[in-house]
């Protein structure tokens, strides 16, 4: 049988792309928090996504240190790509970070609509940056 898995540049492309990514983050004491986040990831680079500062999500991030990550599709045939890694907390640039975010993901009207509710009652971010050290993909189209 061949293998499902992605080479390295069809799984960096393919996390390029745009889907939900699914967070988990290490909780003592029960199972790990997976939470949806919109992400930025460039091939060959880290990814990016933002959160509230006083957040479970951003507690538990800067206890864990690291992070699990998957992007899959929704449709057959399913691909997916998992990475995990260490993670630092910095600051967010609205105009690389919050701005670019909410387009990409709700297209130009819907994403400056969300903009201006962000704005009016606004929250403390902080950026979460992942670097990728471990790597599982599989891409089911491979069967065919």
Do not use: N
């Amino acid at each position: 049988m061949a293998s499902l898995s992605m080479s390295r540049a069809e799984r960096e492309a393919f996390l390029a792309g745009t889907h939900v990514g699914m967070v988990g983050i290490a909780e003592a004491g029960r199972g790990p928090l997976v939470v949806p986040v919109w992400y930025k990831y460039e091939p060959g680079g880290v990814v990016r996504f933002g959160t509230g500062a006083r957040s479970r999500k951003a507690a538990l991030l800067r206890k864990a240190g690291r992070i699990g990550f998957c992007v899959q599709t929704e449709s057959a045939p399913y691909q997916y790509v998992s990475i995990e890694g260490p993670v630092e907390i910095g600051e967010v640039d609205f105009e690389r970070d919050t701005k670019e975010m909410a387009i990409r993901y709700l297209g130009q009207q819907m994403g400056e609509m969300y903009l201006a509710t962000m704005a009016a009652d606004p929250e403390p971010s902080i950026l979460v940056t992942l670097k990728p050290e471990r790597w599982y993909s599989v891409d089911y189209s491979k069967l065919g």
